[in-house]
């Protein structure tokens, strides 16, 4: 029982892990790479539920996050694109704070999928 409680505890440090990669991406985009090949090679590992929906909304945030910035960075030229490179500094962290904490409280992402902050 207690090898269980451990197991989980380690993927939820994983997962934590992941959320700190992707901020710190946005200093170092590297780190939000390493994020998302960590989370596809262990999203199919055994699992709760609830903590697959972390798994899903790390690579959902990096596809969005990654097709955000290349529409701000291509975009830049004419202003919009900087408006669009703000919102996207500003909704990853959001979405990685919001993440983390929904994994303190073990609750699963509502919308592991979507667009906004859920």
Same mark, same amino acid.
């Given at each position: 029982?207690?090898? $269980?409680?451990?197991?989980?505890?380690?993927?939820?440090? $994983?997962?934590?892990?992941?959320?700190? /990669?992707? /901020?710190?991406?946005?200093?170092?985009?590297?780190?939000?790479?390493?994020?998302?090949?960590?989370?596809?090679? $262990?999203?199919?590992?055994?699992?709760?539920?609830?903590?697959?929906?972390?798994?899903?909304? *790390?690579?959902?945030?990096?596809?969005?996050?990654?097709?955000?910035?290349?529409?701000?960075?291509?975009?830049?030229?004419?202003?919009?694109?900087?408006?669009?490179?703000?919102?996207?500094?500003?909704?990853? *962290?959001?979405?990685?704070?919001?993440?983390?904490?929904?994994?303190?409280?073990?609750?699963?992402?509502?919308?592991? $999928?979507?667009?906004?902050?859920?």
């Amino acid at each position: 029982m207690e090898q $269980n409680g451990y197991a989980e505890q380690k993927l939820i440090d $994983n997962t934590r892990l992941m959320y700190i /990669l992707m /901020l710190v991406g946005l200093a170092f985009g590297v780190t939000a790479i390493v994020a998302v090949v960590i989370a596809y090679i $262990n999203k199919d590992d055994p699992m709760p539920d609830w903590l697959k929906t972390h798994y899903q909304f *790390i690579i959902s945030t990096f596809w969005k996050g990654l097709l955000m910035l290349v529409v701000g960075a291509i975009t830049s030229i004419i202003i919009i694109g900087i408006f669009i490179l703000i919102f996207w500094t500003v909704w990853i *962290i959001i979405r990685c704070v919001k993440g983390m904490k929904r994994l303190d409280l073990a609750e699963a992402q509502p919308v592991p $999928n979507g667009w906004m902050f859920d």
